[in-house]
């Protein structure tokens, strides 16, 4: 059975299956959507990783202050590690970023992808 595509919108957080590169198996993540609506209805959504503070900082690292309206259950940092996924594969949608996450977010996607 096929499952059907999600369509969210630039700074949904949803969840996604996140494979593992040393073994076969896979695990599920948050990640921000980047890319707008109406790029997301051809099939694919551009998308950011999001992971714990805890982690080796990486260029463009930004820490969310508003993680429950997110839909985070702990504080957390959006990770400029982008890729591209189908739809269908997106697994539900957890929150939105905050108006001000947004807004400390938004110098870095410029500094660091132009």
């Given at each position: 059975?096929t499952?059907?595509?999600?369509?969210?919108?630039?700074?949904?957080?949803?969840?996604?299956?996140?494979?593992?590169?040393?073994?076969?198996?896979?695990?599920?993540?948050?990640?921000?959507?980047?890319?707008?609506?109406?790029?997301?209805?051809?099939?694919?959504?551009?998308?950011?990783?999001?992971?714990?503070?805890?982690?080796?900082?990486?260029?463009?690292?930004?820490?969310?202050?508003d993680?429950?309206?997110?839909?985070?259950?702990?504080?957390?940092?959006?990770r400029?590690?982008?890729?591209?996924?189908?739809?269908?594969?997106?697994?539900?949608?957890?929150?939105?970023l905050?108006?001000?996450?947004?807004?400390?977010?938004?110098?870095?996607?410029?500094?660091h992808?132009?």
């Amino acid at each position: 059975m096929t499952r059907p595509s999600v369509i969210c919108d630039r700074w949904d957080v949803v969840v996604v299956p996140f494979p593992f590169s040393e073994k076969a198996a896979e695990k599920r993540r948050p990640a921000l959507v980047l890319s707008n609506a109406a790029f997301n209805a051809a099939g694919h959504t551009v998308m950011a990783m999001i992971t714990t503070r805890g982690h080796k900082s990486w260029p463009g690292d930004c820490a969310l202050e508003d993680f429950g309206e997110a839909g985070l259950p702990m504080p957390c940092l959006v990770r400029l590690k982008i890729f591209t996924l189908d739809n269908r594969v997106i697994l539900r949608h957890l929150g939105c970023l905050s108006n001000p996450d947004r807004a400390r977010l938004e110098p870095n996607l410029s500094t660091h992808l132009g």
